[in-house]
């Protein structure tokens, strides 16, 4: 069965880097688009970056944009989150998700259960 | 980027209540269009795609219909199980959500 399994998490102070990781199983992961979203406490969701099957194509929400990095490596079924120069405001719950087939931009048919990663000094 | 507005953002309704809810985009996004399902400590879950498609194994009762700037989820008989939070998620480049809105017992 379809698994995505973030980790990485965790307590950082501002102005710190963090990278996250999702390992996905139970598909053929190379073949699909996949994103990480994100919610702050108590907050709605909030899309951070997608990248396309192949790598060739990533995109930001202005929010992270110039401050994280997507990556993933098809041949380890991983995809990937470097954060850097956190903020107050990064403090969420991050979650991967698999854009369903034939929809590059969502909908997301599976997520992991989420990794909380904290920004505070 | 586009904007999704939803609303209702809280109902209050009971046990085999026909419920809607509505999300408007701020430019028309055709038929790009996803609903989810958060219930807390949860993950989301994916309900509706392509604006009416029934993801499988999803309970009929929900549907979802709407083309161009306006869109609507409707649960016809509410049930226990279905008291959570329900976003729209716009499915275009810039991909961006609704605020939700939650569902709670009347």
Excluded: H
């Amino acid at each position: 069965q379809v698994q995505l399994v973030e980790s990485g998490g965790g307590l950082v102070k501002p102005g710190g880097s963090l990278r996250l990781s999702c390992a996905a199983s139970g598909f053929t992961f190379s073949d699909y688009y996949m994103s990480w979203i994100r919610q702050a406490p108590g907050k709605g969701l909030e899309w951070v970056s997608y990248i396309s099957s192949s790598s060739s194509y990533t995109n930001y929400a202005d929010s992270v944009k110039g401050r994280f990095t997507i990556s993933r490596d098809n041949a380890k079924n991983s995809l990937y989150l470097q954060m850097n120069s956190l903020r107050a405001e990064d403090t969420a719950v991050y979650y991967c998700a698999r854009a369903r087939r034939g929809y590059s931009y969502g909908a997301f048919d599976y997520w992991g259960q989420g990794t909380l990663v904290t920004v505070s000094s | 980027d586009i904007q999704m507005t939803q609303s209702p953002s809280t109902l209050s309704a009971s046990v085999g209540d026909r419920v809607t809810i509505t999300c408007r985009a701020s430019q028309s996004i055709s038929s790009w269009l996803a609903w989810y399902q958060q219930k807390p400590g949860k993950a989301p879950k994916l309900l509706i795609y392509k604006a009416s498609s029934l993801e499988s194994g999803v309970p009929s009762r929900f549907s979802g219909s709407g083309s161009g700037t306006e869109f609507t989820l409707t649960i016809s008989s509410l049930q226990p199980d279905d008291f959570a939070t329900y976003y729209c998620q716009q499915c275009t480049p810039r991909l961006t959500f609704g605020g939700g809105t939650k569902v709670e017992i009347k």
